[in-house]
T-cell receptor, first 111, second 114 residues
Framework: GIQVEQSPPDLILQEGANSTLRCNFSDSVNNLQWFHQNPWGQLINLFYIPSGTKQNGRLSATTVATERYSLLYISSSQTTDSGVYFCAVVDSGAGSYQLTFGKGTKLSVIP | GAGVSQSPSNKVTEKGKDVELRCDPISGHTALYWYRQSLGQGLEFLIYFQGNSAPDKSGLPSDRFSAERTGGSVSTLTIQRTQQEDSAVYLC????????????FGEGSRLTVL
């Protein structure tokens, strides 16, 4: 099955700093999502981005499908950005529908 | 409702008991997924429902696990004769179209087996 690797596994930032999280995947995809899992365990949708670039406030994401990676940018980080960021993909094989998750990047933003 | 609704939010049970977890997907979503997240781990696929098609049960870890979806809407995940290793957060997600569509997750049901 498709492999999803996220880096770095852990990241500590000072409040106000910027960061880039990376997601590499081993096969072509027709669905890629970024989620933020907050300290209460809720998975919050950040981006649905199988290709291209999107921005939402301080967050933006870019997926280069031909090179099999996606990047999540966090600018001017805040303590509320802390949590685990997951990348998840569905490979583009016929009939595929299972969202496969990476192991996540644990972000800690300190004041 | 506006989002995916799961109940109960927390369940503590004794080893050997049966438990039922419920998921009410977003209205109009035809695809429904169950995932499991053990402490400090990633998300593990359990089962997938799409419309009236036969579900994909390939992720269920043992025959103690089963799930059904009635009327193409509400789903129930049942765990029989619970074991301590079943302790986890069980997450339900729904999507308008399945594979290519955006998935939305509920808040999860945290199961603790004593």
């Amino acid at each position: 099955g498709i492999q999803v690797e996220q880096s770095p596994p852990d990241l500590i930032l000072q409040e106000g700093a910027n960061s880039t999280l990376r997601c590499n995947f081993s096969d072509s995809v027709n669905n890629l999502q970024w989620f933020h899992q907050n300290p209460w365990g809720q998975l919050i949708n950040l981006f649905y981005i199988p290709s291209g670039t999107k921005q939402n406030g301080r967050l933006s994401a870019t997926t280069v499908a031909t090179e099999r990676y996606s990047l999540l940018y966090i600018s001017s980080s805040q303590t509320t950005d802390s949590g685990v960021y997951f990348c998840a993909v569905v490979d583009s094989g016929a009939g595929s529908y299972q969202l496969t998750f990476g192991k996540g990047t644990k972000l800690s933003v300190i004041p | 409702g506006a989002g995916v609704s799961q109940s109960p939010s927390n369940k503590v049970t004794e080893k050997g008991k049966d438990v039922e977890l419920r998921c009410d997907p977003i209205s109009g979503h035809t695809a429904l997924y169950w995932y499991r997240q053990s402490l400090g781990q990633g998300l593990e696929f359990l089962i997938y429902f799409q419309g009236n098609s036969a579900p994909d049960k390939s992720g269920l870890p043992s025959d103690r696990f089963s799930a059904e979806r009635t009327g193409g809407s509400v789903s129930t995940l049942t765990i029989q004769r619970t074991q301590q290793e079943d302790s986890a957060v069980y997450l339900c997600a729904s999507s308008f179209t399945g594979g290519t569509g955006e998935l939305f997750f509920g808040e999860g049901s945290r199961l603790t087996v004593l």
